[in-house]
């Protein structure tokens, strides 16, 4: 069985140039976005790698604004990309020991 990865965003290419800007620390996930992915052959690493170097993927102006105050003190990043056709929440904590993917009803 081969696994297709989704292409990330178009924007990703000049992103994944930078060097990352903060630590993820543990990456875990919900059952649910773990379900997700398998089912449509999805690796998390592209949207963990845009995270990391500072694509915030789909969050309002002010949240991308509020993510480049956390990443120079050290509050929590919140990251929201589409994929496979469901929004899913990255979330690294503010002292950056985990990276979590949920989706937004569990939150």
Avoid: C
């Amino acid at each position: 069985m081969s696994i297709r990865i989704k292409a990330a965003p178009t924007n990703s290419t000049a992103v994944k140039r930078k060097a990352p800007l903060f630590a993820l620390g543990a990456v875990v996930a919900t059952p649910a976005v773990l379900e997700h992915l398998d089912k449509h052959g999805i690796n998390a690493q592209e949207y963990l790698d845009l995270h990391v170097r500072g694509d915030w993927g789909d969050v309002p102006l002010e949240d991308a604004k509020e993510n480049k105050l956390s990443v120079e003190r050290g509050f929590r990043i919140l990251s929201v990309y589409e994929v496979a056709g469901a929004r899913v929440f990255v979330i690294t904590e503010a002292d950056r020991s985990a990276t979590t993917l949920l989706f937004p009803s569990e939150y």
